[in-house]
């Protein structure tokens, strides 16, 4: 009875909160040199004090001026990103955020050829490698290296599961288990990263964490 309960707050999880940060942002996440980056930038954004929903539309804003890839993100002018920042709400940190965006797509240029699947390759299957050569992006510390793998686990399998401190938090909120094992078991595999968002969003959100308990009375 009590799995039988998980299983059925897991998919409630999924069916009214779940989703990625990457989706809201418009992102089409995909093992793709372009989507890979814009996830790298949305990750940088929201790893300031700031909140979700505006590092998401901060995102949208950039994309929008044509920092899709290192190379676009690049050749904007600093005060091109201040102004998409903007458009974006993002104004306490816009002209810090501008630079460190120029200095993560020269990075990015540099150091992976403008090509961040080459983040993948090197990890060679080891998750702490991984989270080791994000951090080298200027602004990405160990949350916003979480936060992209929790993400990225939706095109890079090798990382299932990839359940950070913040979901895990939300996952007790709501009654499931902590064990990254046991709460991948009750989704598939392919539906994990946007579980791990909802349970991030219940974990944010007390009275999200209520109706989802609720509805899966």
Excluded at 118 to 136: M, S, Y
Aim: proline content about 3%.
């Amino acid at each position: 009875m009590a799995a039988e309960r998980e299983k059925d707050i897991a998919q409630q999880v999924l069916s009214e909160v779940g989703g990625t940060m990457a989706r809201e942002a418009g992102i089409g996440l995909a093992d793709r040199p372009a989507p890979l980056w814009q996830l790298l930038v949305l990750v940088n954004l929201v790893s300031t004090r700031i909140s979700a929903d505006i590092a998401v539309a901060a995102a949208r804003e950039l994309n929008e001026a044509g920092g899709t890839t290192p190379q676009g993100m690049a050749e904007l002018t600093w005060q091109q990103r201040v102004d998409a920042l903007g458009r974006g709400h993002y104004v306490r940190y816009d002209e810090s955020t501008a630079t460190r965006l120029g200095e993560c797509a020269e990075f990015a240029r540099e150091r992976y050829g403008g090509d961040l699947r080459r983040l993948a390759e090197e990890a060679e299957g080891k998750r702490t490698a991984l989270t080791k050569a994000l951090q080298e992006f200027t602004g990405v510390g160990p949350t916003g290296a979480d936060i992209f793998c929790r993400e990225v686990q939706e095109v890079w399998p090798w990382l299932r599961p990839y359940v950070d401190k913040l979901a895990r938090k939300g996952a007790d909120r709501v009654g499931l288990p902590a064990s990254r094992d046991k709460l991948a078991a009750l989704v598939d595999g392919d539906d994990l990263a946007a579980f791990c968002g909802g349970l991030v969003r219940v974990a944010r959100q007390r009275e999200l964490a209520e109706k989802v308990t609720a509805q899966a009375a």
